[in-house]
């Protein structure tokens, strides 16, 4: 019984590598964060997207 416990966090631990390798080629899995916005900033129409995976952002001006 010991060993259960162990073998499903080591599955677990490569599931995340396996996300974070596709992220570090820029296959990123884009969800959309903030429809579109109006970035003061920038004066110009923004839509946020975050990547589910790793946290990025990513910012699509109009
Ligand atoms: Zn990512």
Redesign the pocket.
């Known amino acids: 019984m010991g060993d259960v416990i162990p073998l499903q966090r080591r599955q677990r631990r490569r599931k995340q590598g396996e996300g974070r390798t596709l ?1 570090a080629n820029g296959r ?2 884009w969800l959309l964060e903030k429809g579109s916005s109006f970035d003061v900033s920038k004066g110009r129409l923004v839509t946020v997207y975050r ?1 589910s ?2 946290g ?1 952002r990513r910012h699509e001006y109009q």
């Open positions: 992220c990123h899995r990547c995976r790793c990025e």
